[in-house]
C-alpha cells in the first residue's frame, strides 16, 4: 500500500524519529503515524519509521564540528564530544552561547535528518515498482538565507568603519600568532599587517557586514594596484570574526567584493602576500581565482 509524503507528514516523521518515548509506524492506509501497540493485522499497510537512534545524533554533531570554521565554538564543541557526559545537553547548552552558529546547527540538522527520510521513502518507492523522487539539497541554500536575513552588508565607509576594522584587525593578528610557533605566528602575523597597510585607509573600498544587531562581523576592502591603472585591484583586509565564521559571511563579502568590481571596469582582483586556511582556498577557486605565485588572482573578462 503506497502513500504520499507531504511535508506535514515529513515534520511528524522527522519529530517521532527523536522521540525515544514511544515507538510509532507509518499508516499509509489513513496517511498518518500511529503508536506500534495499536497496529491491526494489515501486514501491507504499517511501515516502520527510518531509524535513528543516539548514534546517529552523535555523528551529525560530529559532522556539523569537524566542518565549523568558527575556531572558538569549533574547540568548545570539540572538548563536549570528547566529555564522555552529558554530550547531548551540553552540545546544545554550548550553541546557546553562539546564536547564530546555533541556528545553522539547526539548519544542518533539519537538511539532514530529512535526507534520511527522503531515503527511507524512496527505498519504498521502488519497493512499490515507482520511480525514485528527486533529492535536493536545501542546506546550502538554507545557510544563505541565514546569512542574508540575520546580517547587513554594507558599503565601507570610513567614519563608521574604521575604528572597528582596525580593532578586527588587530585581534586577526593576534589570533595568527597563537595558531603557530612564537617565531613562525610572529612573522605571518606581520606579513598580513603590512598588507593591510598598503594604502591609507582613506582610499579603500569594500564591505562590511553586521549583525542585525549592530555587532561587526566581518569586512573586505580592497585598493588600486598600482594607484594610476584603475583596472587591478588587490585585497588588503578580509576576515571575518571568530564567532561568525562558519555561517557564509566570507563568502557573501567576497561575491559583493566580485560584483563591484565587475560594474567598475576593474578586470584583476589580487591576493598576495597573506596566510591563506586551506577552507578559504577551496572559496577562492569556486569563484574563478586561480594561484598565481604564492598569491591569488581572478581575471573578470573571463567569467
Not at 527520510?117 to 538554507?142: A, H, M, P
Not at 564591505?207 to 580592497?222: H, K
Not at 567584493?257 to 578559504?280: E, Y
Not at 577551496?282 to 581565482?289: A, E, R
Request: charged share 30%.
Amino acid at each position: 500500500m503506497t502513500f504520499e509524503l507531504t511535508e506535514l507528514l515529513t515534520d511528524e516523521i522527522l519529530f517521532a524519529m527523536e522521540d525515544q518515548n514511544s515507538v510509532l509506524m507509518m499508516d499509509a492506509k489513513e496517511g498518518l503515524l500511529v503508536l506500534e501497540d495499536d497496529v491491526g493485522g494489515e501486514a501491507d499497510r504499517y511501515y516502520e519509521l527510518p531509524e535513528w537512534s543516539s548514534e546517529d545524533g552523535y555523528n551529525l554533531m560530529e559532522e556539523f564540528t569537524n566542518n565549523l570554521y568558527a575556531p572558538r565554538v569549533h574547540d568548545e564543541l570539540k572538548r563536549v564530544l570528547v566529555s564522555g557526559r552529558g554530550v547531548f545537553r551540553n552540545f546544545k547548552n554550548v550553541l546557546k552561547n553562539y546564536p547564530e552558529t546555533e541556528k545553522k546547527w539547526h539548519l544542518f540538522k533539519d537538511a539532514k535528518m530529512r535526507e534520511r527520510v527522503c531515503e527511507w521513502y524512496n527505498e519504498l518507492r521502488e519497493s512499490w515498482g515507482l520511480e525514485k523522487l528527486f533529492l535536493t539539497d536545501d542546506s546550502v541554500e538554507s545557510t544563505e538565507e541565514l546569512v542574508l536575513n540575520d546580517f547587513e552588508f554594507q558599503e565601507f565607509n570610513l567614519a563608521r568603519d574604521a575604528n572597528e576594522i582596525e580593532i578586527g584587525t588587530e585581534n586577526a593578528v593576534q589570533e595568527l600568532k597563537t595558531q603557530f610557533s612564537e617565531d613562525l605566528g610572529s612573522a605571518i602575523a606581520c606579513m598580513w599587517k603590512q598588507l593591510s597597510s598598503y594604502s591609507t585607509t582613506t582610499s579603500k573600498s569594500g564591505f562590511v557586514c553586521r549583525s542585525l544587531a549592530g555587532e561587526f562581523a566581518g569586512c573586505i576592502l580592497l585598493d588600486f594596484c598600482p594607484q594610476e591603472t584603475k583596472k587591478a585591484v588587490v585585497i588588503t583586509d578580509f576576515f571575518v570574526v571568530q564567532e561568525y565564521r562558519g555561517l557564509g559571511i566570507g563568502e557573501q563579502l567576497l561575491a559583493k567584493a566580485l560584483s563591484f568590481c565587475k560594474k567598475r571596469g576593474i578586470r584583476h582582483i589580487i591576493i598576495c602576500n597573506t596566510f591563506i586556511p586551506q577552507f578559504m582556498e577551496s572559496l577562492l577557486f569556486q569563484k574563478g581565482f586561480f594561484k598565481i605565485g604564492s598569491g591569488y588572482a581572478v581575471d573578470l573578462n573571463e567569467e
